[in-house]
């Protein structure tokens, strides 16, 4: 009888064992496809940049006499103003950012910390917006600043004030619920120590609580400048000036008088304008997922 199990057992651990690497196996060729699926446009894009061919149809990723002639060209380029794009993008992505960051943080402070009649209903509010695209109100925002601008005119069409209002619009929403979930478990104790002690609500907040939600705080940054500076369809409605313009909507610009699009510089110019996105994002990373997961699993 013992003797009839054992085989079975064995079988039966067998097929344990042939389950679990067949699933691990499945878990690695899913990511692997991911990861190529993310990676190989990229690296196309940067073959690209260096193909003195302006072409994409019949690039390789080593291209044949690679070269800076795309990136000579556009940024010695008289009618298309990169390097004025790309500081446009930085001052809006920057100035929202810093709004955000502030504007986030405190008003998930005061929802966690303060006692107010319809805060349920405004929390209730803030997800139910969220739920509706930004491209839903874009007529609603270009004739509004239309009006705006009439009586104040740095909040008007064609300019980096009604863009970063928008944008600082848009990035509270489920950011404010975010930092919100985040305060929510810090113990009370903390607070009320600081009071007792002679602490105002707004020192106990810069001094005690800001300093603990760094993680959530750097994620809401990297977000909103991401978010912000990579936008296309508001600032492509809003802006109209040259000189005004984002990285992202100068980049479409790029077509010759036949309406052909010049692959090289605008390769080249995709693969500079990716440079800020990296250099903020690589040295925050861990803060990044910290702040996502501590986030998700307080909230």
């Known amino acids: ?23 691990y196996a499945l878990r690695y060729l899913v990511a692997v496809a991911l990861i190529l699926f993310a990676v190989v446009p990229a690296l196309w894009v940067v073959a690209a940049s260096f193909n003195p061919a302006k072409s994409l149809a019949g690039g390789t990723f080593f291209p044949k006499n690679p070269g800076l002639i795309n990136y ?7 009618f298309y103003p990169y390097m004025q794009w790309l500081l446009n993008s930085l001052k809006v992505a920057g100035i929202t950012t810093a709004a955000t960051i502030l504007i986030t943080c405190v008003a998930g402070y005061a929802l966690s910390r303060f006692r107010m009649r319809g805060k349920e209903h405004l929390q209730t509010a803030i997800l139910v917006l969220n739920v509706f695209p930004a491209i839903l109100a874009v007529v609603a925002l270009y004739s509004t600043f239309q009006q705006l601008g009439i009586f104040i005119p740095w909040l008007g069409l064609d300019s980096h004030g009604a863009l970063i209002m928008v944008y600082i619009a848009f990035a509270m929403g489920i950011n404010v619920l975010l930092v919100k979930a985040y305060i929510d478990a810090i113990p009370m104790e903390i607070d009320e120590s ?7 609500p707004w020192q106990t907040f810069q001094h005690i609580i800001f300093p603990m939600i760094r993680p959530i705080a750097i994620t809401v ?26 990285v992202m909507v100068g980049l479409n610009l790029f077509q010759t008088i036949r309406f052909d699009v010049d692959f090289g510089m605008l390769t080249a110019g995709a693969v500079i304008a990716a440079i ?23 909230g």
């Open 221 to 246: 940054a990297v977000l909103s400048f991401i978010a912000s500076y990579g936008d296309f369809v508001i600032a492509r409605v809003l802006l109209k000036s040259a000189d005004k313009l984002t």
């Open 194 to 200: 600081a009071l007792v002690d002679g602490a105002t």
């Open 1 to 23: 009888m013992e003797s009839k199990s054992l085989p079975s057992e064995r079988r039966l651990r067998n097929r344990r064992r042939l389950l679990r690497v067949s699933s």
């Open 276 to 298: 800020p996105i990296l250099l903020m994002y690589f040295p925050l990373q861990r803060y990044v997922i910290s702040g996502l997961v501590s986030g998700a699993y307080k």
């Open 72 to 78: 000579q060209q556009l940024l010695q380029n008289d």
